[in-house]
C-alpha cells in the first residue's frame, strides 16, 4: 500500500509518467526482449546448423578431395543456394520483439495472473481533472503493485523437438566432432580444399611436405645445404654466396604453390598432381618463402654475399735468369681460395698463356715463384724479348708493358723505333689473372 501510495502521489505531483513502470520491471525488459528474439531466430538456426554441419562433416572427412572439380562446384553452389533460401524463408515474416511482447513474456514466465505490468501501462481515457477521479486511479494503480510478485526469467524456449523428432543434430554433432579430432592439424587444410574446386588438378594430401636444397657454385667448394633437414635453427639466417641454385620440390600442397626469393615471385612446375618443383639461380633478396592458397608454407631468412673480385699483383718485377728463363714473383687472393692461376702475354693480337705454380689446397691467400721459358717462342725472338716490369692495373689484372734489356750502344739506335711502337698497349703487353674461363670460377 505504501508503494503505491507513493507512486500515485508521484503522478499526482508530475514527478512520473501515469504508464511508468517499477525500476525493477525496467531491468528485466532487456533480457526478456533478448529472449524472444533468440525464439524467434531458431528455427533458421536449425536450418544453417544442418547445412552448414554437414558441408564441414563432408570436408573434414577428405570428401571433397575425391571428387572431380565439377561435382564439388555443383555441391558447393547447391550449399550456397540452401543457405540463401533458408534466409529468405525464415526471415520474410520475422519481426523483432517490442516492448510490448517482452511485458507480456515476463508477466508469463512469472506466472502474473490478470497480466499486472500490462495494465500499469495503460493511460486514463481523459484528462484527469477531478481530485475523486485522480484518487481512484492512483488507488487501482496501487493494487496492481501490490499484485507483482517475483519476477522470473525463463531461459528460451525452442520447437527443436517437434521439427527434429529424431534428434539427427545431436548425431550431427557427434559425427563432426569425431572428423575433426580425426583430421587434427589438417582440418583448416581441409576445411580451405573444400571451399576451392581444384580445377587445376593438384592432389593435396594431409601433410604438406617442403625439400629445398641450396647448392653453391662450384669454385666456392662449399657442400650443398639441405633447409629441410632441420639442421637451421628457428630464426636462423643463412649465408649463401651469389650465384648458387636452389631447388625446392612440394608434395601434397592441393594448389598451385610460388617461391618468393630474389625479391620476386615464381610460380612452381607441375610434375604430376602430388609434386611440384622449381629451380632458380639465387642473386639477392633476403628470405625464401613457399607460399601457396595465401598462407606461407616455409620461411628461411638467408643473406646472399656477393663474390669479390680476385687480386693478384708481382712481388717482384718479372726478370730473366741466365739461361734466358722468365722468373715471375706473385701474389693473388680470392674470397672462396685461390685454384688456379694463368699468365698471359700478348704480342701483334696473338697471345701465349701459360700456368703459374699454386700451392695445392684452396687457401684465400697464394703466392708464389715461377720460371717460364719462352726463348723457343716464335713471339719471343730472343733472349729477354717477353720480359716486363711495369704493374699497371691494381684491380686484380696486371699488366706488363715490354721493357728491352741493356744494349750495346751499336743497336740501341736501330732499336728505337721498334721499342717505341712496342710501348703501345695494342701491339705488345703481358697479364697475370685468374683463368675464369678454363678453371670455372675460383
Not at 511482447?101 to 484528462?127: G, K, M, V
Not at 641454385?245 to 604453390?257: D, I, M, N, Y
Not at 608454407?297 to 680476385?310: C, E, M
Not at 693478384?312 to 718485377?317: D, G, I, K
Amino acid at each position: 500500500m505504501r508503494q503505491g501510495q507513493s507512486e500515485a502521489s508521484a503522478d499526482k505531483h508530475g514527478k512520473g509518467p501515469l504508464g511508468a513502470l517499477p525500476a525493477r520491471v525496467l531491468t528485466y525488459l532487456p533480457a526478456a526482449r533478448l529472449t524472444l528474439l533468440v525464439e524467434r531466430l531458431a528455427p533458421l538456426g536449425l536450418t544453417l546448423y544442418g547445412i552448414i554441419g554437414l558441408f564441414l562433416l563432408a570436408s573434414w572427412l577428405g570428401l571433397f578431395r575425391m571428387l572431380p572439380a565439377w561435382l564439388h562446384l555443383i555441391i558447393l553452389m547447391l550449399t550456397v543456394a540452401g543457405l540463401v533460401a533458408s534466409f529468405w524463408y525464415h526471415l520474410r515474416r520475422f519481426r523483432l520483439p517490442s516492448r510490448d511482447d517482452a511485458i507480456r513474456r515476463l508477466e508469463r514466465d512469472s506466472e502474473f495472473a490478470h497480466r499486472p505490468l500490462t495494465h500499469l501501462t495503460d493511460q486514463a481515457a481523459a484528462l484527469q481533472t477531478d481530485p475523486a477521479q485522480q484518487q481512484l486511479w492512483a488507488q487501482y494503480r496501487a493494487r496492481l503493485l501490490r499484485s507483482i510478485g517475483p519476477l522470473r526469467l525463463n531461459l528460451p524456449q525452442t520447437d527443436y523437438p517437434q521439427r527434429d523428432p529424431l534428434a539427427l543434430r545431436a548425431l550431427l554433432f557427434l559425427l563432426a566432432t569425431v572428423a575433426v579430432i580425426g583430421a587434427g592439424d589438417s582440418g583448416w587444410q581441409r576445411t580451405m580444399q573444400a571451399l576451392v574446386p581444384n580445377f587445376a588438378g593438384y592432389v593435396a594430401s594431409d601433410s604438406i611436405t617442403v625439400d629445398a636444397w641450396i647448392t653453391p657454385p662450384d669454385y666456392t667448394a662449399l657442400p650443398p645445404i639441405s633447409l629441410s633437414s632441420g639442421n637451421l635453427a628457428a630464426g636462423q639466417r643463412l649465408t649463401v654466396p651469389a650465384g648458387s641454385k636452389l631447388l625446392v620440390q612440394a608434395q601434397g600442397v592441393g594448389s598451385k604453390a610460388s617461391l618468393l626469393a630474389n625479391d620476386s615471385s615464381s610460380n612452381f612446375i607441375m610434375l604430376d598432381p602430388l609434386t611440384q618443383r622449381i629451380e632458380t639461380v639465387l642473386k639477392s633478396g633476403q628470405r625464401i618463402a613457399i607460399e601457396a592458397s595465401g598462407r606461407i608454407l616455409a620461411d628461411w631468412p638467408i643473406t646472399v654475399a656477393a663474390d669479390l673480385p680476385p687480386t693478384t699483383s708481382f712481388a717482384t718485377a718479372p726478370t730473366s735468369t741466365e739461361r734466358g728463363a722468365l722468373r715471375v714473383d706473385y701474389h693473388a687472393s680470392d674470397d672462396y681460395g685461390v685454384k688456379d692461376l694463368r699468365l698471359y702475354i700478348q704480342h701483334d693480337k696473338q697471345t701465349i698463356e701459360t700456368p703459374l705454380t699454386v700451392a695445392v689446397g684452396s687457401a684465400k691467400q697464394a703466392k708464389g715463384t715461377s720460371f717460364l721459358d719462352f726463348t723457343a717462342n716464335p713471339l719471343c725472338p730472343g733472349p729477354g724479348r717477353c720480359l716486363g716490369a711495369d704493374l699497371d692495373d691494381p684491380a686484380g689484372t696486371a699488366f706488363l708493358s715490354p721493357h728491352r734489356p741493356r744494349l750495346d750502344r751499336g743497336t740501341q739506335a736501330s732499336d728505337r723505333r721498334q721499342y717505341r711502337r712496342s710501348r703501345r698497349p695494342h701491339q705488345d703487353r703481358a697479364s697475370a689473372v685468374f683463368d675464369r674461363r678454363t678453371a670455372g670460377r675460383l
